[in-house]
């Protein structure tokens, strides 16, 4: 039995602090679902800083539509809050440029979301909720943790991110840390 079955026709969210397996654990999800259903896959990581991100490995295939933006990650990369929002409120606007056009263009059954807190940083999660409405199953995942410091950036990405969680079928949390060295390269 293919261990995609449990997600077929639900909005499942996968949530967990940095290194606990996220990303890891919707690849295992989409290589099991390869072939079943024709998916698009929106990678919302930014390249990998710091042993934190990092993108997708998605295979060729003619059924799995994989795109992806520049995404710069806030927290790691600004000199403050107010700059870290600045960051965030353009990774916003280019994912929906991007993506969600893409998405939104693009006839498949299966979306799954890599990184979805980075759009809710600073997108609204309503206009992801209309995305994710086009499509019978809806795999996303994200960071839902401790890891980063209070500021105004994390209080509104954990808003957003537990809107999300409301919305959602079924929330699976992550909690393993994964050693660097076990982790994907």
């Known amino acids: 039995m293919k261990t995609c079955r449990p997600f077929f026709g639900l909005k499942t969210l996968i949530v967990g602090d940095v290194n606990t ?12 679902c390869r072939g079943q259903k024709s998916m698009i896959v929106l990678d919302m990581a930014p390249e990998e800083v710091k042993n934190i991100g990092g993108k997708m490995r998605v295979p060729q ?5 994989y795109v992806t933006t520049q995404i ?7 000199q ?4 870290a ?4 409120r353009e990774n916003a606007a280019a994912i929906e440029r991007n993506l969600f056009t893409r998405a939104e263009s693009i006839p498949a059954e299966a979306l799954i979301v890599n990184d979805v807190s980075l759009y809710l940083q ?9 995305v994710m409405e086009r499509f019978h199953t809806v795999i996303l995942n994200g ?9 105004q950036l994390t209080r509104i990405e954990r808003k957003n991110m537990e809107w999300l969680i409301r919305h959602c079928d079924q929330v ?7 050693p660097s060295n076990l982790r994907e390269e």
């Open 21 to 32: 397996g996220k990303t890891s654990y919707t690849q295992l999800l989409l290589l099991e």
């Open 61 to 65: 295939d003619p059924n799995i539509h």
């Open 72 to 78: 710069r990650p806030p927290r790691l990369r600004a």
């Open 80 to 83: 403050n809050d107010a700059a």
């Open 85 to 88: 929002l600045r960051i965030a």
């Open 122 to 130: 600073a997108g609204s999660p309503k206009r992801l909720y209309q």
């Open 143 to 151: 960071y839902l943790g401790n890891t980063f410091p209070d500021g």
């Open 172 to 178: 699976i949390e992550t909690e393993r840390d994964i």
